[in-house]
């Protein structure tokens, strides 16, 4: 059995490496004071744990800080993140607007722990941190996250309520095969349970009222060659409409043919010719429409006919609505 005096070392150490770990400064004389030992113990507890930390991170080291007045975590190799990382990931995050105010806050506190120069990144992301808006959902979403993706990768049968665009709510029994970020909000890509002929459905995250394993821990069985990729499903998708997968082939004459293929990432080009580029794409129909009539008259779709003669009809609809001047 531990004695009083082991177990309080053991609880120094332990709050100490919680510190550490976090990017904190310790200040020897502080520590001493406060837990009525001396700097050379408290010196000894960083030792243990530089010790420790080096065994799993041989690039790491708690050394002493003259800038900031005390002992702290140096980072390197495979165990860092520089400052530059730190600011990119803010900034992505930040632009990105899917989580809330709150979850915001606390993603980017810990990001900032792990900073050798945090007030410079406070500073450099301060004027975005203070206007953030996040989209109106206003759901946290950190925690169904996990137990989406974790779902994913045990195969677990779920019982969920949706409500849909309309507002109404309806329930469903689902097969979770991926889960996917685009355009502010991560999805669900998950098939009806026990469809003989299943087909890929996205469901957005937020819009999920509950959500629970099925009673019995039911699980499904997907063969590995036919598994969800998301990688290959994000190629192919825009806006997270499905729709039929197609080829469509379409001519652009805009000013930028690098935003074309970013935004079609299996876009090929067949030939450029009077400043007019011929490309063919393997996409999910419903949404390339949108992206599509978001160009002007930078595009004209070519084939299959079908498309092109729904893209013609959407067109005159669209003339329909702003009448003859």
């Not at 120094?12 to 004071?33: S, T």
């Not at 394993?213 to 598994?227: L, V």
Request: proline share 2%; net charge neutral.
């Amino acid at each position: 059995m531990k004695s009083q005096h082991d177990k309080k070392k053991t609880a120094r150490i332990l709050a100490i490496y919680d510190q550490i770990i976090r990017g904190e400064i310790i200040n020897k004389q502080k520590w001493a004071e406060e837990q009525k030992v001396t700097d050379k113990t408290i010196q000894r507890h960083l030792q243990e744990i530089e010790a420790y930390l080096q065994e799993l991170y041989p690039e790491s080291e708690v050394a002493y800080d003259r800038k900031r007045q005390g002992h702290r975590l140096y980072r390197e190799g495979s165990m860092a993140l520089s400052d530059h990382d730190i600011f990119a990931v803010a900034k992505v995050l930040l632009d990105a607007r899917a989580f809330s105010e709150n979850e915001m806050e606390e993603i980017l506190d810990h990001l900032l722990r792990l900073s050798y120069n945090r007030k410079a990144i406070e500073v450099a992301i301060g004027n975005e941190r203070q206007f953030y808006q996040p989209v109106k959902h206003g759901q946290d979403l950190i925690e169904r996250i996990w137990f989406f993706s974790q779902s994913v990768q045990k195969q677990q049968v779920l019982d969920v309520q949706y409500q849909k665009q309309d507002g109404t709510v309806k329930a469903y029994k689902i097969n979770p095969l991926g889960l996917m970020f685009n355009e502010y909000y991560f999805y669900v890509i998950a098939e009806i349970n026990g469809k003989e002929n299943p087909v890929s459905l996205v469901f957005r995250l937020d819009r999920f009222i509950n959500y629970a394993f099925c009673e019995g821990d039911q699980r499904f069985t997907i063969d590995y060659g036919n598994r969800f990729k998301e990688g290959e499903f994000r190629e192919q998708i825009q806006f997270m409409y499905t729709g039929e997968l197609t080829t469509i082939r379409f001519r652009f004459s805009g000013p930028s043919l690098e935003a074309v293929l970013d935004r079609l990432p299996t876009a090929k080009v067949e030939k450029t010719e009077d400043g007019v580029t011929t490309l063919s794409a393997r996409v999910y129909g419903e949404g390339v429409k949108k992206w599509l009539l978001s160009q002007g008259d930078w595009v004209e779709v070519i084939s299959p006919p079908s498309y092109r003669k729904e893209m013609v009809e959407m067109i005159e609809r669209m003339r329909g609505k702003y009448g003859e001047e």
